[in-house]
């Protein structure tokens, strides 16, 4: 069974910095490709950014590119979220998700077949 375990969220003030981290278990992150979303109070959850497994290929939701970008290191089965310059509008629940589809960054939510639990980030005005 592939299990998602994120951490590194918390409280922050408007233009600070955050950085995620989603290990993965089960299965060698390789394998997958790998997506963060987030989810605030009262909506849909969305596409923040997405890696394929090579990580030559990544995607990211207009309202995060050039503030947040995603990495992985395959050797420690971890994907990293950096999220800078952070706005309260970034307050959500951030979800790590892996794809058996490892060649794509995908960026809708019925391409990825395994979820964390997720990691409250807050950014305060």
């Known amino acids: 069974q592939v299990q998602l375990v994120e951490s590194g969220g918390g409280l922050v003030q408007a233009g600070g910095s955050l950085r995620l981290a989603c290990v993965v278990s089960g299965r060698t992150s390789s394998s997958f490709g790998m997506g963060w979303f987030r989810q605030a109070p009262g909506k849909d959850r969305e596409f923040v950014a997405a890696?394929?497994?090579?990580?030559?290929?990544?995607s990211y939701a207009d309202s995060v590119k050039g503030r947040f970008t995603i990495s992985r290191d395959n050797a420690r089965s971890t994907v990293f979220l950096q999220m800078n310059s952070l706005k309260p509008e970034d307050t959500a629940v951030y979800y790590c998700?892996?794809?058996?589809?490892?060649?794509?960054?995908?960026?809708?939510?019925?391409?990825?077949?395994?979820w964390g639990q997720g990691t409250q980030v807050t950014v305060s005005s």
């Open positions: 998700a892996a794809s058996r589809v490892s060649t794509m960054a995908a960026i809708t939510t019925t391409a990825y077949n395994y």
């Open positions: 890696s394929n497994w090579r990580g030559s290929s990544t």
